[in-house]
């Protein structure tokens, strides 16, 4: 839908965080934490399992492109 606003299509080659930047969302990693507190409620302990999960940094995963290998 971005990409649609700006008028930017796949074969430009425009980065999602460019263009996130460009017309002012939020990156989706607050997305994320935001649906998921919305989700759990806000009032838990912070020892609670799912606070623990919502600190875990996964910037330094790469996913394979693709199918995912049969098991």
Not at 12 to 39: C, H, Q, T
Request: one cysteine or more; a positive charge.
């Amino acid at each position: 839908m971005l990409r649609w606003m700006c008028g930017y299509t796949r074969k430009d080659r425009m980065r999602n965080e460019y263009i996130r930047k460009k017309v002012g969302v939020a990156p989706i990693e607050d997305k994320f934490r935001e649906s998921r507190l919305r989700w759990f409620g806000h009032r838990r302990a912070i020892e609670a399992p799912i606070r623990k999960i919502e600190l875990l940094d996964f910037a330094h995963v790469q996913r394979r492109r693709g199918r995912p290998k049969k098991t």
